[in-house]
């Protein structure tokens, strides 16, 4: 299964909110539920919500290979996390990194 991440990175840089977006392919493993924590590689955060969305059939018929049940997680870093003071860029380095995410776009980062 593949999931839609978005990860407030709890940065304010220059009045801009710094967050990770990506997909997140779990495979079938089970999906986290609410306060679960995930490593992503030395980056770990933990679930703050999560959403089922169910594609309408017009959506599905129009859009070729769209899942039609797709899931969002929200997730914030671990107090430890937040210690280690990652950078919006390292934040990025580490998840480009990790062969189970992809479309990955993290704000203040090239």
Do not use: N
Request: overall charge negative.
């Amino acid at each position: 299964m593949r999931v839609e991440v978005t990860i407030d990175l709890g940065l304010v840089i220059d009045g801009v909110e710094h967050t990770a977006d990506f997909i997140w392919d779990v495979g079938d493993r089970p999906v986290p539920v609410r306060k679960d924590r995930i490593a992503f590689g030395e980056y770990t955060a933990r679930v703050l919500r999560r959403q089922y969305k169910c594609a309408d059939a017009d959506t599905l018929t129009d859009t070729p290979g769209l899942a039609p049940v797709e899931l969002e997680l929200w997730a914030a870093p671990t107090k430890a996390t937040r210690r280690s003071r990652f950078t919006p860029q390292e934040v990025r380095d580490i998840l480009a990194a990790l062969p189970c995410v992809s479309d990955l776009h993290v704000t203040g980062t090239l």
